[in-house]
């Protein structure tokens, strides 16, 4: 089915690791958006992409990076994880970012020791 | 900048009640508006959406909203609701020019027998 798709689902780091998230959409969308969703808050969105080759930094970018090589993938990287990064991080697409919704992933819930 | 409110963080109601889960905003620029349902470990779907015209808007779920400009709200409501709408509702409002949204923290509904 065509979708937004995450990888890993869950993940556990220890203090100072690094590692990649992974998000790969089938649907063309130029908009790709990486969100992480505290307990009891709601999405805070990290970094988004306009399309290939164009990121910007959203409203809690620190501690993250990315990349935008293709139309279909946007990884999240994470270096030296810090507890503080424990959380559940949504990858999210959309048409042109516009009137057109955002089509959500599954979700990767990362946690970190 | 743009901000959203949920004003309810917990909503508890009976099987076959009626239940409003109310939203307000703020915004310097034009915005849509949007409602989102999380059902647990699961990313958001789309519930409905106000671009313009009418300002009441139907959506999936027999759920619907209105649209109120000058008191800058955009509140849920279901006449009946089932043990199945238990889950986690966001309010969002996406910036027409930015294609950027800014989610608020969430109401959870709890449906009870």
């Known amino acids: 089915n065509a979708g937004v798709t995450q990888t890993p689902k869950f993940r556990i780091l220890k203090i100072g690791q690094s590692m990649t998230l992974q998000c790969t959409q089938d649907m063309n969308h130029n908009y790709m958006y990486w969100y992480r969703q505290d307990p009891g808050m709601g999405l805070k969105l990290i970094y988004y992409?306009?399309?290939?080759?164009?990121?910007d930094k959203g409203e809690v970018p620190n501690g993250y990076n990315v990349s935008r090589s293709t139309t279909e993938d946007f990884p999240l990287r994470l270096e030296l994880a810090a507890p503080s990064q424990t959380s559940v991080y949504f990858c999210?697409?959309?048409?042109?970012?516009?009137?057109?919704?955002?089509?959500f992933g599954a979700g990767s819930r990362l946690t970190v020791l | 900048a743009q901000s959203v409110t949920q004003l309810d963080s917990q909503v508890p109601v009976f099987e076959e009640a009626p239940v409003e889960l109310r939203c307000n905003y703020s915004s310097s620029v034009s915005v849509y508006l949007f409602w989102y349902v999380q059902y647990p470990n699961q990313g958001l779907q789309l519930l409905l959406k106000?671009?313009?015209?009418?300002?009441l808007v139907k959506g999936i779920n027999g759920f619907e909203a209105e649209f109120n400009k000058s008191q800058t709200s955009f509140h849920l409501r279901k006449p009946s609701v089932h043990i199945s709408d238990t889950a986690e509702y966001f309010c969002a409002v996406m910036d027409t020019n930015a294609g950027k949204s800014t989610f608020g923290d969430g109401t959870t509904l709890t449906v009870k027998p």
């Open positions: 992409s306009v399309g290939a080759g164009i990121t």
């Open positions: 106000y671009l313009s015209g009418s300002t």
């Open positions: 999210a697409s959309s048409w042109d970012g516009g009137a057109n919704v955002l089509t």
